[in-house]
């Protein structure tokens, strides 16, 4: 009973420290947004004219993007909610989602318009991380930034992080399909690319963003490789709120 005990207060203490980091990340936002702060993720200085027209819509966090022909988002930009998620390349946790949970959101959810999804990269595991998301936006540029994902992820340890050289995210987008590999090689030097990059990276540390994989729908937040059913409740919640 004793060991039982024991393992119930542990876990109880590892929702606490979720929930802690949560609200934390929510505090910042809602901060930023209601003081207007600029930076990385600078709120909108008026609301949204539309969705249609490109950008967060009036109530939305500022980091929503909802644009057009976005290639690191997938479904309708007028999808009633979006699921904002940020992941890192040599993430075991990203992996397990990516493979085991965001087939079914995208059948259920974004295959039927109830929810577009928006994916940030980010950098937490060294310098393998930054190359591994500089070269998903290089795949992006040629429309194959969810298929890198996938073979990223497909290939990936369950535990650890593994090496991301320079030849295995080209093998990688091979495996993807990107069309033009020649371009790809030279995008994984593109300064531009790494900028926005790194730049994605330094606005989720701003945000409180302090694991991954990390969630935000409408006002809600979700941390880690949760169960399928989990998003199920917490995407049908946010899509009941969103009317």
Same mark, same amino acid.
């Given at each position: 009973?004793?060991?039982?005990?024991?393992?119930?207060?542990?876990?109880?203490?590892?929702?606490?420290?979720?929930?802690?980091?949560?609200?934390?990340?929510?505090?910042?936002?809602?901060?930023?947004?209601?003081?207007?702060?600029? #930076?990385?993720?600078?709120?909108?200085?008026?609301?949204?004219?539309?969705?249609?027209?490109?950008?967060?819509?009036?109530?939305?966090?500022?980091?929503?993007?909802?644009?057009?022909?976005?290639?690191?988002?997938?479904?309708?930009?007028?999808?009633?909610?979006?699921?904002?998620?940020?992941?890192?390349?040599?993430?075991?946790?990203?992996?397990?989602?990516?493979?085991?949970?965001?087939?079914?959101?995208?059948?259920?959810?974004?295959?039927?318009?109830?929810?577009?999804?928006?994916?940030?990269?980010?950098?937490?595991? #060294?310098?393998?991380?930054?190359?591994?998301?500089?070269?998903?936006?290089?795949?992006?540029?040629? #429309?194959?930034?969810?298929?890198?994902?996938?073979?990223?992820?497909?290939?990936?340890?369950?535990?650890?992080?593994?090496?991301?050289?320079?030849?295995?995210?080209?093998?990688?987008?091979?495996?993807?399909?990107?069309?033009?590999?020649?371009?790809?090689?030279?995008?994984?030097?593109?300064?531009?690319?790494?900028?926005?990059?790194?730049?994605?990276?330094?606005?989720?540390?701003?945000?409180?963003?302090?694991?991954?994989?990390?969630?935000?729908?409408?006002?809600?937040?979700?941390?880690?490789?949760?169960?399928?059913?989990?998003?199920?409740?917490?995407?049908?919640?946010?899509?009941?709120?969103?009317?």
């Amino acid at each position: 009973m004793k060991r039982s005990n024991q393992s119930v207060r542990r876990r109880n203490r590892r929702i606490a420290v979720a929930a802690g980091a949560v609200v934390a990340f929510l505090g910042v936002v809602l901060t930023a947004q209601l003081t207007n702060q600029q #930076g990385p993720v600078a709120a909108p200085t008026a609301p949204a004219a539309s969705a249609s027209a490109g950008g967060a819509r009036t109530g939305e966090l500022a980091f929503v993007r909802r644009q057009h022909s976005d290639p690191m988002a997938i479904g309708d930009v007028d999808a009633p909610v979006v699921l904002v998620q940020w992941t890192d390349m040599r993430c075991p946790y990203c992996a397990v989602f990516n493979r085991e949970t965001l087939p079914v959101l995208r059948r259920e959810y974004v295959d039927t318009g109830k929810v577009r999804i928006e994916v940030h990269d980010v950098a937490y595991f #060294g310098q393998h991380s930054e190359d591994g998301a500089v070269a998903a936006r290089a795949a992006a540029e040629q #429309g194959r930034f969810f298929e890198f994902l996938g073979a990223v992820y497909q290939d990936a340890p369950d535990k650890g992080h593994p090496d991301l050289p320079r030849e295995r995210l080209i093998a990688f987008a091979e495996k993807a399909g990107v069309p033009d590999i020649e371009r790809f090689t030279a995008d994984l030097d593109d300064s531009g690319l790494r900028a926005a990059a790194q730049a994605s990276n330094s606005e989720a540390a701003r945000l409180g963003v302090t694991s991954v994989p990390f969630f935000v729908a409408g006002d809600s937040a979700l941390s880690g490789a949760q169960p399928t059913s989990v998003f199920r409740q917490y995407l049908d919640a946010a899509i009941a709120k969103a009317g």
